[in-house]
């Protein structure tokens, strides 16, 4: 897609042929001075995020339904041929053995089981599927091993630390040497090409700031725990290796995207944030959310946050195999504009409503089961704000497959299949499966959170 940028007083006007309005000027973002560094990564960020856009959505979604597919077919495969094999041997019942990895999810189904993991860990980077299936994290670089949870420093953090580690140029696939809690003093600003890996270690983000990806690209963040983040004053921070720079007050959230391409967030346990415990905005896309637990909260994720942010019409998420669990209220996810793929996730808990935006995005929900509360006035999944119906009736809000329970349902709108154009199908025809039906979601989810993975046993 062709665009041309101008930077006038501070402001960075695009103008896309798609037709596409302008990129809002630099509100917000928590930037207090949005000097040439910051001007400029926005510049690239913005690029990426046009780069990062696929016009054939349906392609992505039927891939990852394909393998979704193959993996439970397989998995189901294995364990029938147990079971036969337990049954009778020698003439005698034997007893079923126990312990065995089961994986029924593809991305799962792709490392967990293998017990070699701790010596191959990059193999993980080749497993996401979904929007954000481009992402490799720091796969290209060196290990780096974070033995110190301290963060004293933000202007000039200790080497060691995690702070240290995610602001340094070049790619890095970070691991911890030890279980430890990491109490931030202010937001972690993440560089690109980084993977945080928690696996082997039990690894708290807790009772302090938390995650900010700003203007980057190509991050990882899995199997690590992320509970009782709150606001921050904001100040001086590193937020790369070569530049320093004025924060104004985080707001709480858990993990924060503000214009960040091929992210994938997976098997995070998150709990009790002040503001959101995922929320991606001002453009950013090619996104993942897979494999993970939240509990005890009230607005869970936001994918959106300003009517006039029209660069969020590019953003594309994926929420996969998810466990949205106990003392939750609502946003799983809350949508502007954009597509967001809901598939395979539990949704056990919600007091006001599960799926809910405006501005025309498109829902595309997909073999969910979803658990209403008692109260007989939260049944509805759906809520579409500050909109009519006369408006919100041509909204593509499509559910295939969901599992309803407790009186739970799902008010469509649109025409199926209107959100994407006729794809170029990379799945062969006859193989064209439709998503796994919700009545297979426990299975699916059933290892959703942090994993507590050991060296040498599968996780």
Not at 351 to 371: K, L, V
Request: net charge positive; hydrophobic share 35%.
């Amino acid at each position: 897609m062709t665009s041309a940028f101008l930077n006038i007083g501070g402001y960075l006007f695009v103008f896309l042929l798609s037709s596409l309005a302008t990129l809002t000027p630099h509100v917000g973002a928590n930037v207090a001075v949005f000097d040439n560094y910051w001007t400029q990564r926005q510049s690239d960020a913005l690029k990426q995020t046009i780069a990062s856009f696929d016009p054939n959505p349906l392609n992505v979604t039927d891939h990852l339904n394909y393998h979704v597919a193959l993996a439970v077919d397989a998995t189901e495969s294995i364990n029938s041929t147990r079971r036969e094999l337990s049954q009778v041997r020698n003439g005698r019942k034997l007893r079923k053995r126990s312990g065995k990895c089961v994986a029924y999810n593809p991305i799962d189904k792709c490392w967990r089981c293998n017990g070699d993991w701790e010596k191959n860990r990059k193999k993980l980077a080749d497993c996401v599927l979904g929007f954000g299936r481009r992402t490799t994290g720091g796969k290209d670089g060196p290990i780096y091993v974070v033995n110190d949870a301290s963060d004293d420093d933000l202007i000039n953090p200790k080497p060691g630390t995690l702070r240290h580690a995610v602001t340094r140029d070049g790619p890095l696939w970070i691991i911890f040497g030890s279980s430890m809690i990491i109490n931030l003093q202010q937001e972690l600003m993440i560089t690109s090409d980084k993977t945080i890996d928690g696996r082997g270690a039990r690894v708290y983000i807790m009772e302090g700031a938390g995650l900010t990806l700003q203007f980057v690209n190509n991050v990882i963040i899995h199997n690590i725990y992320i509970k009782h983040v709150v606001p921050k004053s904001g100040g001086l921070i590193r937020d790369s290796e070569q530049h320093i720079g004025l924060r104004t007050v985080s707001d709480g959230d858990g993990i924060s995207l503000f214009g960040a391409t091929n992210v994938w967030i997976d098997h995070v346990s998150m709990t009790r944030c002040s503001d959101g415990m995922i929320d991606a905005i001002l453009g950013s896309t090619a996104v993942t959310i897979s494999n993970s637990h939240f509990t005890d909260h009230e607005e869970v994720m936001l994918f959106g946050a300003n009517d006039k942010h029209v660069i969020d019409k590019k953003m594309q998420i994926t929420v996969a195999f998810n466990h949205f669990g106990k003392r939750l209220d609502q946003r799983m996810p809350r949508c502007r504009f954009g597509t967001i793929h809901v598939v395979n996730n539990d949704y056990t808990h919600w007091e006001m409503y599960a799926i809910g935006g405006n501005m025309n995005p498109t829902i595309i929900s997909q073999g969910n089961r979803f658990i209403a509360p008692p109260n007989e006035q939260a049944k509805q999944i759906t809520k579409r704000e500050y909109t009519p119906y006369t408006a919100w009736k041509t909204w593509n809000w499509q559910s295939e497959g969901d599992y309803f329970l407790n009186g739970a349902y799902f008010v469509q709108s649109g025409k199926l299949n209107a959100w994407s154009p006729k794809p170029v199908n990379p799945v062969p025809s006859k193989f064209a499966i439709r998503p796994q039906p919700g009545t297979m979601v426990r299975k699916l989810t059933m290892e959703a959170g942090v994993l507590g993975c050991k060296p040498g046993t599968a996780c």
